[in-house]
């Protein structure tokens, strides 16, 4: 069975200027034990459909369609079944672990306090719980450490503190809105490695949701693309790397800058900007920015087409394969 | 044989902070930037590579006069910055820019584009009249790609990449002959970041700048630069030539933070051996390591690592390294 | 250097799309000020309360020129009576005979002006003082706010009392003496925003273009703090004629024939039981004013919400 299965997902907000919408339309499964990346760049839609299955939406947000996790539809939960899953069965990582951690309470309290209260575990037994779950995502002297606070730790420790609370209850699914964006890039490289190795270990799945397509192919097994607020394509990370379809996957590959090849010269950009939600053009959103735009792209909006496991949005993937 | 436009001489920024309550009081001391030395031609481009904590960007603002330094030069063609009174350093700042990491923090949320970008016209040339820094101001927003009739637009209303944009504007609206980028592309994304780094290196061609560009990315570095620094912990470890550096860098931290850059091809990245990479953190910068700064995360440390303190050598190839072990480790990549 | 020939003569590499843009005219932009107002609007609290302070003010202007008698004018048929229409006087009058309407509206231009006019001395004052202190730090700083601290250390009654006693109850003296203490606060609030704002990266961005002091002050410091200072100036108002009306229930704030509300209230509440008319309407007009203030002042700090400034 799909740990989760999304259809149809829409979030709007409600804003001065008018009705947004951030997501329009999407539709994924995820499978047990499978690590997920959705990629898309600042404006895509990608955090907001996380908190919207969270519901962890702003006030002037509303989602529409459904979100099944184990069966059970975590759009129409109320509250308190909502709180019962969160933490317990699915666990979430934000950009800036400074932000999410209290800074007035010692990591033992933080730590202490989710796995008491999901697992109905006494103090001492808690206590070693996070001890040694901080020892797994390889902090220094956990019995020690885990008496300080916040403020203590470097960024990169933090986001570690973050996973390990995010583990403790020993979650179904992880999800990791930008987890190593802010930290350096040795810190990054071991952040991205503990994840990889947490899911293996326990076969635990992961939606990794970042605009670095580096990252992406460090530890990810499929990859969805966004832009503005849609799903342009999906796929395996050997297939969305090494045959993308769709012209944004290919132009976002080609710009970014690697460190293995060869090309001193202009490194090669996508033109122009990501379109504004309220003006959104007629026909395909990305084509005042494709290099491969044809007339239709202009009138019509491409369909979302292909096989299930490989999908695209774009008339260029119709009919002709690799 | 041509001189160095810039030459930054064993400079050092050290930071003091008080701690303990009223009666522990402690004073501790961060050496932020702890003596750095390189030479920068006209024209030229420098890549300063380093993790948070390195110094780069205290070493930039160092450099301009906008913290000031314990000890140390900076010579801007042939006069000595540092020595400088504060008005005398003023008017040097026409020839000497900055742009900065966070796009939008740096725009004055008040003003205009264009007014942002004509600040620096109404400061310097007070006479020259309105018509003269409107054409000016058009003329560098088309440069840098904005369309003009955007002028009257505030900051809110504009994308990270085209307040970036605005930036580089300002800085360059007085024809400087200097430029520090303080990671420009770090707040961007990945698309936009590739339109940046590409601006940057044309305006550099066209208008003949010295550049030293700041990242802690040496993927994004290798695109734009001549020469590379790889600063750590307010040192230098490596000053080398570009596509040697790429090929075969000399300090063994320089070949940690090459492997920690991910790789976007997903059979390369999981078929790298993980082995010889850095672990844990870097060390708290009130407890500094003894000897080589580096060498208790070092793969390659040796003995003598621990005691003494390597300095910045020049190889027979004009690199700069500073290892004891510079030449005996091969690190190609 | 002819650079600016440079610049003009230099290749510009843009894409076609600009081409047919580049003729377009300028778009206006739209200033955090201008969203800042249409957010206000949508407070309604505000709107009504901005609305009812704009009939306050054309009233006590305008009114008392509409009404037959004047504040000082005595009727002795109708000493001490109640509201009616028949009489003509219809907020009724005092135990002297005076017209209670006219003489509410008079006072209200006393008390709305010496909350403005004190309002305004406390911001000229304690802005570029703050300011000062806040932006060039230091010794200067610690000077500065450490005279702050020893007159806010000096009782202000005190100060007044013998303000009155030296040099009479002048009506320009209340203005200074108000405006002389309120303007603590504001550098002190000024000093705080100054502070922060220093610290920007913006005001960095400016001196590194080599800005000079006085520039980054008025360009880059003074606009920011606006904000800020708006909303307190709105909150001060009120204070200010509160501080004016316990003043006059003290005996210490207009001299007669002028009024103010609070002298009226001082008044009306000697006779609050036998005709307590004379209480009522300045105390009414008093309570509404500094409620609409209020309002406004809350409308405007959730209207200029930091979040989209720095």
């Known amino acids: ?322 | 044989m041509s001189k160095p436009v810039l030459r930054v001489q064993d400079l050092a920024v050290t930071f003091t902070s008080m701690s303990g309550g009223l009666l522990h009081r402690q004073e501790r001391q961060i050496r932020a930037v702890d003596g750095i030395s390189f030479d920068l031609m006209a024209g030229e481009s420098l890549g300063i590579v380093g993790e948070s904590g390195s110094g780069k960007s205290t070493l930039a603002r160092a450099i301009l006069g906008l913290i000031k330094a314990n000890r140390g030069r900076v010579m801007w063609r042939g006069e000595d910055l540092t020595a400088l009174e504060e008005e005398a350093m003023r008017q040097r700042r026409k020839e000497l820019q900055i742009v900065f990491q966070d796009p939008v923090a740096s725009l004055n949320p008040r003003m205009t584009a264009g007014d942002i970008i004509a600040e620096p016209l109404w400061t310097f040339y007070p006479n020259m009249d309105r018509l003269q820094v409107d054409e000016r101001t058009r003329g560098m927003m088309k440069m840098v790609g904005l369309l003009p009739n955007q002028i009257n637009r505030y900051p809110h209303e504009f994308s990270g990449g085209q307040c970036q944009r605005i930036g580089i504007a300002r800085s360059l609206v007085l024809n400087p002959r200097l430029m520090i980028c303080d990671e420009p592309v770090s707040a961007l994304d990945v698309s936009i970041q590739a339109q940046i780094i590409n601006l940057l290196k044309d305006l550099q061609k066209k208008l003949g700048l010295a550049l030293i560009f700041i990242a802690h990315d040496l993927s994004v570095v290798r695109h734009i630069s001549d020469r590379v620094m790889v600063m750590y912990m307010g040192q230098a470890m490596e000053v080398s030539e570009k596509a040697r550096l790429y090929q075969r860098p000399l300090h063994p931290y320089t070949s940690a933070l090459m492997k920690s850059v991910p790789i976007p091809d997903p059979e390369r990245a999981r078929a790298r051996s993980h082995d010889s990479w850095l672990t844990g953190d870097m060390p708290s910068p009130y407890r500094r390591p003894r000897g080589c700064i580096f060498h208790d995360r070092c793969p390659y440390r040796v003995k003598r690592c621990e005691a003494d303190v390597p300095a910045l050598r020049k190889m027979e190839n004009g690199d700069w390294v500073a290892c004891h072990r510079g030449e005996d480790i091969d690190l190609s990549i | 250097m002819n650079s600016e020939a440079n610049i003009r003569k230099a290749d510009l590499s843009v894409e076609d799309p600009f081409a047919a843009a580049m003729a377009e005219e300028d778009i206006r932009g739209r200033s955090l000020w201008v969203d800042a107002w249409h957010r206000l609007l949508k407070n309604r609290a505000a709107v009504v309360s901005g609305i009812i302070m704009a009939v306050m003010v054309l009233m006590v202007l305008f009114g008392p020129m509409l009404l037959p008698w004047e504040g000082d004018f005595t009727d002795w048929d109708n000493t001490a009576s109640p509201p009616s229409l028949e009489t003509g006087h219809w907020f009724g009058t005092d135990a002297v005979g005076r017209d209670i309407l006219v003489r509410t509206l008079e006072g209200g231009r006393i008390s709305l002006l010496v909350g403005l006019v004190a309002t305004l001395v406390s911001l000229a004052i304690g802005v570029s003082y703050g300011a000062i202190a806040g932006y060039y730090g230091g010794m200067t700083d610690r000077v500065m706010m450490r005279m702050v601290d020893i007159i806010y250390a000096l009782p202000f009654m005190f100060f007044v009392i013998l303000l009155m006693v030296v040099f009479g109850r002048h009506i320009v003296l209340i203005f200074i003496a108000i405006g002389a203490v309120n303007w603590l606060d504001m550098a002190r609030i000024v000093r705080g925003q100054t502070l922060s704002l220093k610290n920007t990266e913006f005001v960095e961005a400016a001196r590194a273009c080599g800005v000079d002091h006085h520039a980054i002050i008025r360009r880059h410091i003074i606009p920011n703090l606006l904000g800020v200072v708006m909303v307190y100036v709105t909150l001060t108002i009120p204070q200010v004629i509160l501080v004016e009306s316990f003043l006059s229930f003290l005996g210490l704030g207009v001299q007669e024939p002028m009024s103010s509300w609070g002298a009226l209230v001082n008044d009306g509440a000697q006779d609050m039981e036998s005709a307590p008319w004379t209480l009522v309407f300045p105390a009414a007009f008093l309570t509404v004013t500094l409620y609409c203030f209020n309002y406004i002042g809350d409308g405007m700090r959730d209207a200029l919400d930091p979040k989209d400034r720095l």
Request: glycine residues 8%; proline residues 6%.
């Open chain 1, 1 to 322: 069975m799909e740990l989760l299965r999304v259809s149809g997902l829409e979030v709007s907000f409600d804003t001065p200027e008018g009705v947004v919408k951030a997501v329009n339309g999407m539709d994924f499964e995820l499978s047990e034990g499978e690590t997920l990346a959705i990629v898309g760049e600042s404006g895509a839609g990608k955090s907001q459909l996380v908190m919207a299955m969270m519901g962890l939406l702003a006030e002037n947000g509303s989602a529409r369609g459904e979100a099944e996790f184990q069966g059970k539809d975590l759009l129409q939960m109320k509250p308190k079944d909502l709180n019962g899953i969160r933490g317990k069965h699915i666990a979430m990582i934000f950009q800036d672990p400074m932000t999410s951690l209290n800074p007035y309470l010692t990591i033992e309290k933080q730590m202490t306090e989710v796995v008491m209260h999901h697992q109905g575990l006494r103090k001492e037994e808690a206590r070693e719980h996070a001890v040694e779950m901080l020892r797994a995502v390889r902090i220094p002297d956990p019995e020690e450490r885990i008496k300080q606070y916040p403020h203590e730790y470097s960024g990169g420790m933090r986001q570690r503190v973050m996973i390990a609370m995010g583990l403790l209850c020993q979650p179904d699914l992880l999800i990791a809105d930008e987890p190593s964006t802010a930290l350096d890039v040795t810190i990054q490289a071991q952040i991205t490695q503990l994840v990889g190795e947490l899911s293996r270990k326990t076969n635990m799945s992961v939606i990794l949701i970042t605009h670095d397509m580096a990252v992406v192919a460090e530890i990810c097994d499929r990859v969805i693309v966004m832009y503005a607020g849609e799903v342009v394509e999906s796929g395996t990370a050997a297939d969305i790397f090494y045959r993308p379809m769709h012209p944004y996957t290919k132009g976002l590959l080609a710009s970014v800058p690697r460190l293995d090849q060869v090309f001193d010269d202009k490194l090669h950009a996508i033109p122009g900007n990501p379109p504004n939600l309220l003006e959104l053009p007629e026909g395909c959103r990305f084509r005042d920015r494709c290099e491969e735009v044809m007339e239709q792209c202009v009138e019509t909006p491409p369909v979302w087409q292909g096989d299930k496991g490989r999908m695209c949005r774009c008339f260029l993937a119709g009919g002709s394969e690799e």
